[in-house]
């Protein structure tokens, strides 16, 4: 290549006529990306570690931003500028005054994003309005289709850029396509190591935003290396270089002020809605204030990469040998003047846009594709399987990893059936209008709490058609030569519906055509959509959060450096799992983490660890929604507000049935006093009765043997002393007899072992047998009277048992009837509750105060001294009552003594 | 009821409300000598022996209307009784009663059953005691 300097003249550097070969880019190239995944896999492990402090650097996030400045920039922008002027410049001024003038919608998106844990722009949209999968499968589509150009833009910039080095007739000339498939497989085999390593929550990659904040950094450096030497190597310094773009046919292009807005409205809005842009901006934040810095950094590196644009471009237009395509001045304009290092470096610049770009724009395609389309399938398709046998971590790294590939075939399909043409220059631009047409949308949903699903779906579905109408589908016809009759006459001839003359305009700039209708169509609608219709209840909540989204949380600051954190994370802790196995667990990572003293660094596998720990006590969803309110990394959103309130209604399940178990305990508890309490009574009640029976037998034992003994000792003693002693003798023998008997009646009825004689009997029988029994005939002590009428009742009962209780009655009546003409009245009433048949005599009655002992064994009565038995009378009577069936009791009167049996009305036969 | 014996001196009052026991007690007493006073109910004991002022007390613990620890700690708190040589009987038979007695100042303590020997042991002993240490009675 024999190049004559424009200007001044230079040899060209030493006798270097050989062109680096390709084999050597290759191996230069081969090299760049092994250090690449140097880079990638150190700062894996860094992360891992607790982070390095370059990973966490505001610098390391503007980085990451460049991506913004693909291939097409890199190399494009020179092609813009030597074609259409300061046109390019736009690309850059649309970001610049978006991270300037609406900061703090840049702002609130991170917030939003991180409080909502958003994964993608598809996720955004569809989270703000009520988490529909239907307006996540819509952006995503929007979103590959919008990309998918782009990606072969940059596929095609690396195999032009590759050829440009390979000139014909070299050795080993490289075929383009082969050449995209090559960089299409490493770029994906690249993403996929470093995009889906692991399943992360954050959905962060360190490794990654390394890698690309490093090739920001070349592709920097490469543009402005290739400056400086047009500027100082070329022209004569600053000054030299102004006078020549004067000079040039650049500065006379004429500005169209209608293009510039749109082109610069277009840029604004594909930084925030370009889903790699989403991806870096708002997924891969780390802390909130790296986007303060980014604020005037990323600006200023947009300047950085402009600044050299049109010295280039002018360099490009004057210098011979720079070829014909001017987005390869970036090459050809070092080349063509032997600067073959600086190509290199030129090269590699571009190579950085690209893969760059493709990395980024396929991780962030691939979460939304296995997110909002892949999984919900895969889960509809095994939704009878139960959800916990697979292993989920699994399906949806397999689905990211294919979507990645997915995407990146897509692109190089796109690249094969475009064939490489030059008309792939305009893509950037048409998917610029694609991904803006989230725009409305996104911004609207931030800003409107009254913006709905509705809304939203159709301003980004009428935009969305719009613009593959009138851009997209006329870009890929006119790259595959399909269907021009339709292009140009409408579909079915109807003229206004052609996407070359739409509604009969005839455009001289489809894309601001487009521009205007399918934007101010997608606004429309998503206003008048979201006017007319009703918001569900998660959508209006999903609102509030994101329109309130500031007054709902707290900043992220990142996972480092605040003791402060670790300090409140520590008290959280201890309250959950008590102070020592707290304490153990800060201390051990604090160790683990090689740091002074018990709090270690909340870093992310720390609070992970401390997450899972939590877990254990309160739940998964408690744990992580406590950890991150502390750590400040996310607001508490609906989900885990659910999901706290199960574990709360478990929690409270659980203590409803503990208080149910200690109210049982304590009712067994009282139930053992009460038990305690009655044989303690008993026990009281034994020795009683056994100082009770003590006292009666030996009551007449003393007076047999006294009698006895006296009638052994008295040696002349009267007949009629002897008689009386001995019938004393023997009528005590017979008491003595008597209260065993009672003792031992009592004992069996108390037991219920008593067999009772069940029979048909007449009452009046049974009133006369006892009558006869207890003496109490006719002319007897006490007068009986009674009602035979009222007696005239059979019964079935035990006769023997009744007429027991009746013998006592009578006795004691006899006994203890201290009326002057004792008497005793038997009364009987028979009706359906059963038979009555009271005993009462005309005495003085019992004193109310002992009415209670009356049926107590052995209590006999302070009126009834003297009286023989044994006072076991009446409980023995009253056992036998509850035996048949009935009962006994005492009937308080003022004149006399009244006792009551009662019979239980099945006892009653018909007479 | 009929003879009297050379050792019974004096009068004693039987308060027990077991009629035939009371008739064994005054047999054997009198038979013994002393002169011979029964009384049934308890509380009009204190009354008797106001106005029998008998020289020796037997006395029951089971008494209707008041019980004879009752009747004895009035008459310990009497100067006018309060060295009458007083017998306890009881048929319950427990060792507390026993206690409770002489704490109370009874002079001796008689369970029943008891042989009219044991009785008679006993009353001969208080009576002829003048400073009324307590003797401990043959229990069973």
């Given at each position: 290549m024999t190049g004559r300097m424009a200007s001044r003249p230079r040899q060209r550097?030493?006798?270097?006529?050989?062109?680096?070969s390709f084999d050597g880019l290759v191996a230069v190239c081969v090299v760049y990306v092994v250090g690449l995944f140097a880079i990638g896999f150190i700062a894996e492990k860094a992360a891992r570690q607790g982070g390095a402090r370059w990973l966490n650097s505001p610098i390391t996030y503007t980085l990451s931003l460049s991506?913004?400045?693909t291939a097409w920039t890199f190399y494009g922008a020179v092609g813009s500028a030597a074609r259409s002027?300061?046109?390019?410049?736009t690309i850059y001024l649309g970001p610049t005054l978006v991270f300037v003038g609406w900061f703090w919608l840049l702002r609130k998106m991170v917030r939003i994003g991180r409080a909502q844990r958003i994964t993608s722009i598809a996720d955004m949209i569809s989270s703000r309005y009520g988490k529909s999968g239907g307006l996540a499968v819509l952006v995503t589509v929007l979103a590959v289709l919008g990309t998918t150009p782009y990606i072969s833009l940059q596929l095609q910039s690396v195999t032009l850029s590759f050829s440009v080095f390979a000139r014909?007739?070299?050795?080993?000339?490289?075929?383009a396509e082969q050449t995209a498939v090559w960089v299409a497989g490493g770029l994906a085999l690249f993403t996929i190591v470093f995009g889906t390593r692991s399943l992360d929550l954050n959905e962060r990659h360190p490794g990654l935003v390394s890698a690309i904040a490093f090739e920001a950094i070349v592709k920097l450096a490469a543009i402005l290396a290739v400056g400086a030497f047009v500027v100082w190597g070329v022209a004569d310094g600053p000054g030299d270089m102004l006078a020549r773009i004067e000079a040039s046919a650049i500065a006379r292009e004429p500005l169209n002020g209608a293009r510039w807005l749109g082109l610069t409205v277009l840029a604004g809005a594909a930084i925030l809605c370009l889903p790699r842009m989403f991806q870096v901006l708002?997924?891969?934040?780390?802390?909130?204030?790296h986007l303060a810095v980014a604020g005037w950094a990323f600006p200023l590196y947009l300047m950085l990469i402009s600044l050299f644009v049109v010295p280039v471009a002018v360099a490009g237009l004057s210098?011979?040998?720079?070829?014909?395509?001017?987005?390869?001045y970036m090459l050809t304009v070092p080349l063509s003047l032997g600067q073959d290092g600086l190509a290199l470096l030129v090269f590699l610049g571009g190579f950085s846009a690209a893969t760059s770009m493709v990395i980024v724009a396929a991780l962030a395609l691939s979460t939304m594709v296995s997110n909002h389309i892949i999984m919900p399938l895969w889960l509809r398709a095994t939704r009878?399987?139960?959800?916990?046998?697979?292993d989920m971590r699994r399906v949806v790294l397999t689905a990211r990893r294919l979507s990645i590939a997915g995407v990146l075939c897509l692109g190089l399909i796109y690249y094969r059936l475009s064939g490489g043409?030059?008309?792939?220059?305009s893509i950037g631009l048409i998917s610029f209008l694609g991904v803006a047409q989230v725009l409305p949308a996104l911004v609207g949903g931030i800003l409107w709490r009254g913006a709905t699903r509705v809304g939203a779906a159709l301003g980004i579905g009428s935009g969305f058609l719009i613009w593959a109408w009138l851009l997209l589908l006329p870009n890929v016809a006119e790259t595959g030569g399909l269907i021009a009759p339709v292009l140009s006459?409408?579909?079915?001839?109807?003229f206004w519906l052609s996407p070359e003359t739409p509604l009969g305009l005839q455009s001289t700039d489809p894309l601001l055509t487009a521009l205007v209708l399918s934007l101010g169509v997608n606004t429309l609608l998503f206003i008048l959509g979201s006017l007319f219709s009703f918001p569900n209840p998660l959508e209006r909540l999903q609102g509030a959060q994101f329109v309130n989204v500031f007054e709902h949380s707290r900043a992220l600051?990142?996972?480092?450096?605040s003791v402060g954190t670790a300090d409140d994370l520590l008290i959280m802790a201890q309250r959950i799992m008590g102070t020592g196995r707290a304490g153990r667990l800060f201390q051990e990572a604090a160790q683990g983490q090689g740091?002074?003293?018990?709090?270690?660094?909340?870093t992310p596998d720390f609070l992970e660890k401390l997450e899972r720990e939590l877990a254990g006590s309160v739940g998964a969803a408690t744990a992580h929604a406590m950890v991150a309110q502390i750590t400040g990394a996310a607001s508490v959103g609906v989900g885990d507000l659910l999901a706290v309130a199960d574990e709360a209604a478990q929690i409270m399940e659980y203590s409803s049935q503990l208080e149910a178990k200690s109210e049982e305990l304590a009712q067994t508890a009282r139930r053992l006093r009460e038990a305690n309490a009655k044989l303690t009574e008993l026990s009281v009640q034994k020795d009683a009765f056994l100082s009770q029976i003590s006292h009666e037998l030996r009551t007449p034992m003393t007076s047999i043997r006294s009698f006895s003994e006296i009638l052994m000792q008295?040696?002349?003693?009267?007949d009629a002393a002897r008689g009386r002693f001995s019938r004393i003798i023997h009528d005590e023998s017979l008491r003595l007899t008597r209260l065993l008997d009672d003792l031992l009646d009592l004992s069996v009825l108390e037991n219920g072992r008593v067999t009772l004689n069940m029979g048909e009997v007449a009452l009046g029988d049974v009133l006369d047998r006892a009558i006869h029994a207890a003496g109490?005939?006719?002319?007897?002590r006490i007068a009986i009277r009674r009602d035979p009428e009222a007696e005239a009742v059979t019964l079935w009962t035990d006769a023997d048992r009744l007429a027991q209780v009746f013998i006592n009655l009578i006795s004691n009546a006899q006994k203890y009837?201290?009326?002057?003409?004792p008497e005793l009245r038997i009364d009987v009433v028979a009706n359906g509750q059963g038979v009555e048949v009271e005993f009462a005599d005309n005495?003085?009655?019992?004193p109310a105060r002992q009415e209670a002992l009356?049926?107590?064994?052995?209590?006999?009565?302070?009126?009834?001294?003297?009286?023989?038995?044994?006072?076991l009378g009446l409980a023995i009577s009253r056992e036998v009552m509850a035996r048949l069936g009935g009962g006994l009791s005492y009937r308080p009167s003022p004149d006399g003594t009244r006792f009551r049996v009662r019979l239980p009305a099945q006892a009653l036969r018909a007479a | 009821m009929t003879e009297q014996t050379k050792t019974g001196t004096g009068t004693i009052l039987i308060v027990e409300d077991e009629g035939n026991i009371l008739e064994a007690l005054s047999f054997i007493l009198r038979r013994a000598g002393w002169d011979v006073r029964g009384h049934g109910k308890g509380e009009s004991a204190l009354e008797e022996v106001a106005r029998v002022?008998?020289?020796?007390l037997v006395l029951d613990?089971?008494?209707?209307?008041?019980s004879g620890l009752e009747i004895l700690r009035d008459l310990r708190a009497d100067a006018a009784t309060a060295d009458l040589p007083v017998l306890m009987l009881t048929a319950k038979g427990q060792a507390k009663d026993r206690e409770q007695a002489f704490a109370m100042g009874a002079n001796a303590f008689l369970t029943k059953p008891f042989s009219n020997s044991e009785l008679l042991e006993i009353v001969e002993r208080l009576s002829g005691?003048?400073?009324?240490?307590?003797a401990a009675g043959q229990g069973s």
């Amino acid at each position: 290549m024999t190049g004559r300097m424009a200007s001044r003249p230079r040899q060209r550097s030493g006798t270097t006529a050989e062109m680096l070969s390709f084999d050597g880019l290759v191996a230069v190239c081969v090299v760049y990306v092994v250090g690449l995944f140097a880079i990638g896999f150190i700062a894996e492990k860094a992360a891992r570690q607790g982070g390095a402090r370059w990973l966490n650097s505001p610098i390391t996030y503007t980085l990451s931003l460049s991506i913004y400045a693909t291939a097409w920039t890199f190399y494009g922008a020179v092609g813009s500028a030597a074609r259409s002027g300061l046109e390019f410049l736009t690309i850059y001024l649309g970001p610049t005054l978006v991270f300037v003038g609406w900061f703090w919608l840049l702002r609130k998106m991170v917030r939003i994003g991180r409080a909502q844990r958003i994964t993608s722009i598809a996720d955004m949209i569809s989270s703000r309005y009520g988490k529909s999968g239907g307006l996540a499968v819509l952006v995503t589509v929007l979103a590959v289709l919008g990309t998918t150009p782009y990606i072969s833009l940059q596929l095609q910039s690396v195999t032009l850029s590759f050829s440009v080095f390979a000139r014909p007739g070299t050795l080993g000339a490289p075929d383009a396509e082969q050449t995209a498939v090559w960089v299409a497989g490493g770029l994906a085999l690249f993403t996929i190591v470093f995009g889906t390593r692991s399943l992360d929550l954050n959905e962060r990659h360190p490794g990654l935003v390394s890698a690309i904040a490093f090739e920001a950094i070349v592709k920097l450096a490469a543009i402005l290396a290739v400056g400086a030497f047009v500027v100082w190597g070329v022209a004569d310094g600053p000054g030299d270089m102004l006078a020549r773009i004067e000079a040039s046919a650049i500065a006379r292009e004429p500005l169209n002020g209608a293009r510039w807005l749109g082109l610069t409205v277009l840029a604004g809005a594909a930084i925030l809605c370009l889903p790699r842009m989403f991806q870096v901006l708002v997924v891969e934040n780390s802390d909130e204030r790296h986007l303060a810095v980014a604020g005037w950094a990323f600006p200023l590196y947009l300047m950085l990469i402009s600044l050299f644009v049109v010295p280039v471009a002018v360099a490009g237009l004057s210098l011979p040998g720079t070829g014909d395509n001017p987005d390869l001045y970036m090459l050809t304009v070092p080349l063509s003047l032997g600067q073959d290092g600086l190509a290199l470096l030129v090269f590699l610049g571009g190579f950085s846009a690209a893969t760059s770009m493709v990395i980024v724009a396929a991780l962030a395609l691939s979460t939304m594709v296995s997110n909002h389309i892949i999984m919900p399938l895969w889960l509809r398709a095994t939704r009878h399987e139960d959800p916990m046998t697979g292993d989920m971590r699994r399906v949806v790294l397999t689905a990211r990893r294919l979507s990645i590939a997915g995407v990146l075939c897509l692109g190089l399909i796109y690249y094969r059936l475009s064939g490489g043409a030059e008309a792939l220059a305009s893509i950037g631009l048409i998917s610029f209008l694609g991904v803006a047409q989230v725009l409305p949308a996104l911004v609207g949903g931030i800003l409107w709490r009254g913006a709905t699903r509705v809304g939203a779906a159709l301003g980004i579905g009428s935009g969305f058609l719009i613009w593959a109408w009138l851009l997209l589908l006329p870009n890929v016809a006119e790259t595959g030569g399909l269907i021009a009759p339709v292009l140009s006459d409408g579909p079915f001839g109807i003229f206004w519906l052609s996407p070359e003359t739409p509604l009969g305009l005839q455009s001289t700039d489809p894309l601001l055509t487009a521009l205007v209708l399918s934007l101010g169509v997608n606004t429309l609608l998503f206003i008048l959509g979201s006017l007319f219709s009703f918001p569900n209840p998660l959508e209006r909540l999903q609102g509030a959060q994101f329109v309130n989204v500031f007054e709902h949380s707290r900043a992220l600051l990142g996972w480092r450096g605040s003791v402060g954190t670790a300090d409140d994370l520590l008290i959280m802790a201890q309250r959950i799992m008590g102070t020592g196995r707290a304490g153990r667990l800060f201390q051990e990572a604090a160790q683990g983490q090689g740091r002074d003293g018990d709090l270690p660094e909340p870093t992310p596998d720390f609070l992970e660890k401390l997450e899972r720990e939590l877990a254990g006590s309160v739940g998964a969803a408690t744990a992580h929604a406590m950890v991150a309110q502390i750590t400040g990394a996310a607001s508490v959103g609906v989900g885990d507000l659910l999901a706290v309130a199960d574990e709360a209604a478990q929690i409270m399940e659980y203590s409803s049935q503990l208080e149910a178990k200690s109210e049982e305990l304590a009712q067994t508890a009282r139930r053992l006093r009460e038990a305690n309490a009655k044989l303690t009574e008993l026990s009281v009640q034994k020795d009683a009765f056994l100082s009770q029976i003590s006292h009666e037998l030996r009551t007449p034992m003393t007076s047999i043997r006294s009698f006895s003994e006296i009638l052994m000792q008295t040696d002349p003693m009267d007949d009629a002393a002897r008689g009386r002693f001995s019938r004393i003798i023997h009528d005590e023998s017979l008491r003595l007899t008597r209260l065993l008997d009672d003792l031992l009646d009592l004992s069996v009825l108390e037991n219920g072992r008593v067999t009772l004689n069940m029979g048909e009997v007449a009452l009046g029988d049974v009133l006369d047998r006892a009558i006869h029994a207890a003496g109490a005939q006719a002319g007897g002590r006490i007068a009986i009277r009674r009602d035979p009428e009222a007696e005239a009742v059979t019964l079935w009962t035990d006769a023997d048992r009744l007429a027991q209780v009746f013998i006592n009655l009578i006795s004691n009546a006899q006994k203890y009837c201290d009326a002057e003409a004792p008497e005793l009245r038997i009364d009987v009433v028979a009706n359906g509750q059963g038979v009555e048949v009271e005993f009462a005599d005309n005495g003085k009655g019992i004193p109310a105060r002992q009415e209670a002992l009356i049926f107590e064994k052995f209590a006999r009565l302070d009126t009834a001294k003297g009286a023989p038995g044994a006072g076991l009378g009446l409980a023995i009577s009253r056992e036998v009552m509850a035996r048949l069936g009935g009962g006994l009791s005492y009937r308080p009167s003022p004149d006399g003594t009244r006792f009551r049996v009662r019979l239980p009305a099945q006892a009653l036969r018909a007479a | 009821m009929t003879e009297q014996t050379k050792t019974g001196t004096g009068t004693i009052l039987i308060v027990e409300d077991e009629g035939n026991i009371l008739e064994a007690l005054s047999f054997i007493l009198r038979r013994a000598g002393w002169d011979v006073r029964g009384h049934g109910k308890g509380e009009s004991a204190l009354e008797e022996v106001a106005r029998v002022v008998p020289d020796m007390l037997v006395l029951d613990v089971m008494l209707p209307g008041r019980s004879g620890l009752e009747i004895l700690r009035d008459l310990r708190a009497d100067a006018a009784t309060a060295d009458l040589p007083v017998l306890m009987l009881t048929a319950k038979g427990q060792a507390k009663d026993r206690e409770q007695a002489f704490a109370m100042g009874a002079n001796a303590f008689l369970t029943k059953p008891f042989s009219n020997s044991e009785l008679l042991e006993i009353v001969e002993r208080l009576s002829g005691v003048d400073d009324f240490r307590p003797a401990a009675g043959q229990g069973s």
